[in-house]
C-alpha cells in the first residue's frame, strides 16, 4: 500500500483530537513555527510537515522516556501536575522507505504555568509504522524550568 494511504486526512486528524478524559492523550501538535533556529520551509517542505504533523497526532506517542524525563513535575511539590503534552514537528527527514520525524515537546500543566524545559524525540516512520528511536532533554534548557 503507497505510504500517503496511511497520512490521516484533516477528518481523521479532528476524530484523534480526544475528549481531554485521558491526560496523557491531550495532545497539541504542530509544525515548528518559523523562527531563530527554525529556517523557512518550501512549499513542498510544509507539506511534509503538515503531514508528519497529522501521523503524529493520530499516534500522539508518549514514550517512557518523556515521562521519566518530566517525572520531576508530577512529583514535585508544584501547585500544578501534567496534564498533557504540546510539541512541535521541528524536523523531517526523508530516510529509505520513510521520514525521520524529530519532535520538541513539553507538557501542558494544570495551572498557567509552563515548563521551559523542551524534550526531543525522534521517531522513524515507515510503511505506516511509527517506532520511537530515542529521546533526549534540550542541552539549552538544562535542569527544572518553570516560567509563571
Do not use: C
Given at each position: 500500500m503507497p505510504r500517503e494511504n496511511f497520512i490521516p486526512t484533516p477528518e481523521q486528524v479532528a476524530q484523534f483530537q480526544g475528549t481531554n478524559n485521558d491526560p496523557a492523550r491531550l495532545y497539541t501538535i504542530e509544525p515548528a513555527p518559523i523562527r531563530a533556529e527554525v529556517k523557512a520551509r518550501s512549499p513542498e517542505e510544509n507539506k511534509l510537515f503538515e503531514q508528519a504533523t497529522a501521523i503524529m497526532l493520530r499516534e500522539r506517542?508518549?514514550?517512557?522516556?518523556?515521562?521519566?524525563?518530566?517525572?520531576?513535575?508530577?512529583?514535585?511539590?508544584?501547585?500544578?501536575?501534567?496534564?498533557?503534552?504540546?510539541?512541535?514537528?521541528?524536523?523531517?527527514?526523508?530516510?529509505?522507505?520513510?521520514?525521520?520525524?524529530?519532535?520538541?515537546?513539553?507538557?501542558?500543566?494544570?495551572?498557567?504555568?509552563?515548563?521551559?524545559?523542551?524534550?526531543?524525540?525522534?521517531?522513524?516512520?515507515?510503511?505506516?509504522?511509527?517506532?520511537?528511536?530515542?529521546?533526549?532533554?534540550?542541552?539549552?534548557?538544562?535542569?527544572?524550568?518553570?516560567?509563571?
Open positions: 506517542p508518549v514514550p517512557p522516556d518523556r515521562v521519566q524525563f518530566f517525572k520531576w513535575v508530577d512529583e514535585g511539590d508544584f501547585r500544578f501536575k501534567i496534564k498533557g503534552w504540546d510539541a512541535f514537528v521541528y524536523t523531517v527527514t526523508p530516510i529509505p522507505g520513510g521520514w525521520g520525524i524529530r519532535l520538541k515537546v513539553w507538557p501542558q500543566l494544570t495551572t498557567e504555568a509552563q515548563v521551559a524545559n523542551g524534550y526531543f524525540e525522534e521517531y522513524t516512520w515507515t510503511d505506516g509504522v511509527l517506532s520511537f528511536v530515542k529521546g533526549y532533554g534540550d542541552p539549552r534548557t538544562p535542569g527544572k524550568m518553570v516560567h509563571w
